[in-house]
């Protein structure tokens, strides 16, 4: 696996990293298998895809859980990155609230470090900004847990711009955690890149989430196919009508897929990878194939046609949430 800095640490990481959440909620729940998904994170660990990623409001805590046991005796190898500040209220309702206060970070660091069974987080996100909380009070605190010891850098999950700069003034930011890809280029958006280049201009890493659209760049969606339940049957972009429309991004990405006798899905990877060298993307997954598949996109060199083919993409039909 090739490497890339996560952000001004001084560590490596492998260029592609591994989304854990799906092991756990939110995508045919049915099918969660703990015994296979830890095979997945030690195959990811084994082929150096090192950066997992995971929450605590990722089925409860489950998440959190399934990934401090998979990583038990391979500590040093893997690069942990877990978020707080959304609070679960109910399980299967998937209801939540953001909470920055730094009481609650107090207590969900803490909550964190047991389920994942470690001394020290790696990466600790934000989750969500608490518009009710001042930010500069939730960073205050999220730096003072990297004081004690408990974590060793910090990030923010799907913030803006401003509020990265605001943040970063206090303590450095170390990573930015967002979505991105071929039908979400919103990151990339705004003066100087958006977000994506003011990670670049501080030295942080951009790490998108979903770069295969929630499965559906990989062509391998159909309408209908969803379990009750799953996240998708409520997502705009997954409705019928949504989906057949947005076909066409499938197809305009499956022409430069068999151009490179490669697949959809690594042709979506590629592609966030080329938008720099600070963007590592976290595939997610609880296939073994897929997972193979996915860390491979590493490989892939897309051409000055493929760049164009794919910047001509139709916009997506339909919000992303």
Known sequence: MRLRSLGNTGTKIG???????GMSWLYQESSRDDRRSVR???EALDLGGNLLDTADVYGAGHNET?????????????????????????????????????????????????????????LYYVHRVDPTVPLAETWGTMAELVDQGLVRWLGLSEATVAQAREVHAIHPVTAVQSEL??????????????????????????????????????????????ESGDFRTANPRFDRAAMEANQRIVD????????????????????????GEQVVPIPG?????????????????????????????????????
């Open 15 to 21: 260029t592609i990293g591994l989304g854990c959440m």
């Open 66 to 122: 399934l990934l401090g046991k998979a990583v038990a005796g391979r500590r040093e190898e893997a690069v942990i990155a877990t978020k707080a500040g959304l609070v679960l209220e109910d399980l299967r309702l998937r209801a939540a609230h953001r909470d920055g206060s730094p009481a609650y970070l107090r207590k969900a660091v803490q909550a964190s470090l047991r389920r994942l069974n470690l001394e020290v987080i790696d």
């Open 181 to 226: 890809s071929l039908w979400t280029r919103d990151a990339l958006a705004g003066a100087s890149g958006g977000m994506v280049g003011w990670c670049e201009s501080v030295g942080a890493s951009f790490i998108p989430f979903a770069p295969l659209g929630r499965g559906f760049l990989t062509g391998t969606l159909r309408a209908g196919q969803f």
């Open 252 to 275: 305009g990405i499956r022409e430069v897929a068999d151009r490179r006798s490669v697949t959809p899905a690594q042709v979506a990877i590629a592609w966030t990878l080329a938008q």
């Open 40 to 42: 997945v994170i030690n």
């Open 285 to 321: 997954t609880k296939n073994p194939r897929y997972l193979r598949e996915n860390l491979a996109a590493a490989e892939v060199h897309l051409s000055e046609e493929d760049f164009a083919d794919l910047g001509a993409l139709p916009a997506p039909v339909g919000s992303r949430y």
